[in-house]
Antibody, heavy 121, light 109 residues
């Protein structure tokens, strides 16, 4: 069964960092890009970034420049997203999602269950 | 950067038809995909590549597009269709590389 399983909820203080994992199973890990999407309470979906599990190259939305790092471990089929210098506005549910890409179409067919990150002093 | 604009909320009577719109420049170059999200759940893909449904998605969901606008239509809305709906596409203008719509809350009366 194809699935993405994320790590559990986190509570962090302002200024700290958080690292969330997303473990893939049921498919060839290196064949699909993985994205990170977040959703603040009561708000919409916000695209954060993309990582290519094959080569490890990553690209993130400009608003997170310098604060987000995406990595992967092919030995465990896991991708990681680390967000640093946390502030209260980073309180959100963070999702990983698998992309299927057939230009000019792309879509996210599998989503992780989400990881709640709370930033509070 | 591009934006994808959706109406904040729409309502539909049980069994009737509702159309949700998603408007943005990136849709002239890329197809939209559509996601349903219910409270406390992860988004669920309902339409991709203009008008394709993943396995398990009822055929009352359909997609279409024209110019810079994509549409999600629910024909014969059911109570379980009450949810938030988001469109998404790649962004041809640069960064961010992908963009989600602002979301539409669908209420089934």
């Amino acid at each position: 069964q194809v699935q993405l399983v994320q790590s559990g909820a986190e509570v962090k203080k302002p200024g700290a960092s958080v690292k969330i994992s997303c473990k893939a199973s049921g498919y060839t890990f290196t064949s699909y890009y993985i994205h990170w999407v977040r959703q603040a309470p009561g708000q919409g979906l916000e695209w954060m970034g993309i990582i290519n599990p094959s080569g490890g190259s990553a690209n993130n939305a400009q608003m997170f420049q310098g604060r987000v790092t995406m990595t992967r471990d092919t030995s465990t089929s896991t991708v990681y997203m680390e967000l640093s210098s946390l502030r209260s506005e980073d309180t959100a549910v963070y999702y990983c999602a698998r992309e299927v890409r057939v230009v000019p179409s792309n879509h996210f067919d599998i989503w992780g269950q989400g990881t709640m990150v709370t930033v509070s002093s | 950067s591009s934006e994808l604009t959706q109406d904040p909320a729409v309502s539909v009577a049980l069994g009737q038809t509702v159309r949700i719109t998603c408007q943005g420049d990136s849709l002239r170059s890329y197809y939209a995909s559509w996601y349903q999200q219910k409270p406390g759940q992860a988004p669920l893909l309902v339409i991709y590549a203009k008008n394709n449904r993943p396995s398990g998605i009822p055929d009352r969901f359909s997609g279409s597009s024209s110019g810079n606008t994509a549409y999600l239509t629910i024909t014969g809305a059911q109570a379980e269709d009450e949810a938030d709906y988001y469109c998404n596409s790649r962004d041809s203008s640069g960064n961010p590389l992908y963009v989600f719509g602002t979301g539409t809350k669908v209420t089934v009366l």
